[in-house]
């Protein structure tokens, strides 16, 4: 019998549903009410709510519990998180995400359509719905030299798949504004969702940007920015990652006008931030205690990320649609007791209770490390004293500034100064792959890094947004080389250094992650940071503020093969003033 007669059947009691949920009290998006009643489900289907006296395979008493929609998380790049797709949706549905829009461009632009591949491959068995949205911007700009590509013919091919929901963010604002789109986003703009990035753009350019078919935004907390996109019709999606944490700032926009066309996401967040922490239940918890009406906040976490995205099948608990729903004690701060995901209880009281599929074999992604002498790593500059260019960063933004500083040189080569907050920075290429279109393999990007607080040693990551080439922050060369060849022998990942290596998480799947459990890594990550903060460093998630250094499509300065770069005048700059 087909699931959806079967369905009928339930809902009308002639048959008993394989699931029943006793006397909850449902959240309805529609009304922001909360009323009482039974829930019943058939396979991965609500099949009703209201009264159902009878018997069901399974019988869940939810008196005194509260009834919601799975949550969404609206934008994430699943990589970031530094756990395979097994990992990662284990370490989200015991948080009550049941859908994820996932944009796979980390892997994308270090292996290309194989990435994707794999990610399609990896979504199934899952206990999370994990949807894919086809990357636009591979690299992310001109800017970047990335190893992996994506072609119009892979573009089209991908969002015929199953699973795919649109397009990714289209991170070239300034080609899309000056009239140059990828040729993703060259066809017709309206007839895929497409994800935006749209960082301070406002008023003439913010109406280019949207003619080209973007109609999203999770790089904008101003108030004002955000009431000029809600006026547009934009779709804002309020962001609580890692390092870019924009709920405090637009909180009292939501307060104010709702969360009308507004969705939550967490963009960027790694192991350690979901072992410690609430994800998308937190985020609504937080609007609440902030004065966001808690319909709005849980709104905002279901049935708008679904209407987004054109998910008509979930968002809601309607008979007909998709049985994705939570079992919590108190709506206001949503952790979840119980997570049914397409109909199957997927997590209980914070544990996984299904098993997970095997993460899929990837494509080999060989380490190509041709720097031998750590003078190689520090700029060259005549011997003396010199006026620079620092990429000053600063806490909970990715947002970085430039600082003119005053520097030495000696031997030919600049010196890192960790009394002026100065430190030496050096961008490697990595696989040994970009030859005549781009910078030769052993080519690399030199700079300089202030506002970290580096006192001695160095850090090194394969975490480099978006090429993911090699980066390396010191104070002292021989240590800079040291930790590219720790992070090198580990296929990639993370390194920190003190005359002698302190301390690795190695990154095997294309050193951007690995297969272990998320409260391992969370564990071996915060331990690494701790050996960061010995070495001076003052700041909450180091590594993943450093991995926006090299992104080209943030404001302001930043670090590429090519050198340093101001996003802003869309140039190359050089490095002494």
């Given at each position: ?305 679904a209407t987004l995205y054109r998910l008509h099948d979930r968002g809601s608990i309607t008979p007909g649609l998709r049985a994705d729903l939570l079992v919590v004690d108190d709506p206001s701060f949503p952790h979840p007791r119980l997570v049914v995901q397409a109909g199957t209880l997927v997590a209980k009281d914070g544990t996984v209770t299904v098993p997970l ?221």
């Amino acid at each position: 019998m087909h699931e959806r007669e079967q369905c009928r059947r339930v809902a009308l009691g002639l048959d008993p549903p394989s699931l029943l949920l006793k006397r909850g009290k449902v959240y309805s998006p529609f009304t922001g009410e909360f009323f009482t009643a039974d829930v019943v489900l058939c396979g991965s289907l609500i099949a009703g709510v209201g009264d159902y006296p009878g018997q069901a395979a399974q019988t869940i008493d939810a008196r005194g519990a509260y009834l919601l929609p799975g949550f969404i998380d609206a934008h994430v790049h699943p990589e970031t998180s530094l756990l395979s797709p097994p990992r990662f949706a284990e370490a989200l549905a015991v948080h009550g995400i049941t859908t994820t829009i996932s944009e796979p461009h980390e892997l994308v632009n270090v292996v290309g359509r194989a990435g994707m591949d794999f990610y399609l491959q990896a979504r199934t068995g899952l206990p999370i719905d994990l949807r894919l949205m086809v990357p636009t911007t591979v690299p992310a700009s001109p800017f970047e030299q990335a190893t992996g590509r994506l072609t119009g013919d892979d573009v089209a091919d991908l969002l015929a798949r199953e699973g795919v929901t649109g397009l990714g963010e289209a991170m070239d604002y300034m080609g899309l504004v000056g009239g140059q789109p990828s040729a993703a986003l060259a066809q017709d703009p309206f007839r895929n969702v497409i994800d935006g990035h749209a960082p301070d753009i406002t008023g003439r350019d913010l109406a280019a940007y949207l003619i080209a078919g973007p109609i999203s935004d999770h790089e904008t907390s101003d108030p004002e920015l955000l009431l000029e996109r809600r006026r547009l019709g934009m779709w804002i999606l309020v962001r609580e990652g890692s390092a870019a944490r924009d709920l405090s700032r637009a909180t009292p926009f939501l307060v104010q006008h709702g969360t009308e066309r507004t969705a939550l996401c967490t963009d960027d967040r790694n192991a350690a931030a979901l072992a410690e922490h609430h994800h998308i239940d937190g985020v609504v918890g937080a609007l609440v205690r902030a004065g966001v009406a808690l319909s709005d906040a849980l709104r905002a976490a279901t049935l708008n990320p679904a209407t987004l995205y054109r998910l008509h099948d979930r968002g809601s608990i309607t008979p007909g649609l998709r049985a994705d729903l939570l079992v919590v004690d108190d709506p206001s701060f949503p952790h979840p007791r119980l997570v049914v995901q397409a109909g199957t209880l997927v997590a209980k009281d914070g544990t996984v209770t299904v098993p997970l599929p095997a993460t899929p074999a990837l494509v080999s992604t060989p380490f190509h490390l041709s720097v031998a002498r750590p003078e190689d790593l520090a700029p060259a500059a005549a011997d003396g004293s010199h006026r620079a260019r620092a990429i000053h960063l600063a806490p909970r933004t990715i947002v970085t500034d430039e600082r003119i500083v005053e520097i030495r040189a000696r031997h030919g080569r600049v010196l890192a100064d960790p009394d002026k907050d100065v430190a030496l920075a050096a961008l490697l290429e990595r696989s040994g792959q970009i030859t005549a279109a781009g910078p030769s393999p052993n080519q690399m990007g030199h700079g300089l890094v202030s506002g970290l607080g580096l006192g001695r040693g160095a850090i090194a990551t394969t975490i480099a947004h978006d090429a993911h080439h090699l980066l390396v922050t010191g104070i002292d060369p021989e240590d800079m080389l040291l930790a590219a060849q720790a992070v090198a022998s580990g296929g990639g990942g993370l390194a920190v250094v003190d005359r002698g290596v302190v301390q690795t998480l190695p990154l095997p799947l294309a050193g951007l992650m690995t297969d272990l459990p998320v409260d391992v890594v969370g564990r071996r990550l915060r331990s690494l940071e701790a050996a960061v903060a010995d070495l001076g460093v003052d700041f909450e998630e180091p590594f993943m503020v450093l991995s926006f250094v090299t992104l080209s499509v943030i404001p302001r300065l930043r670090l590429t093969l090519g050198g340093i770069l101001d996003v802003q005048a869309q140039e190359l700059v050089p490095l002494l003033v």
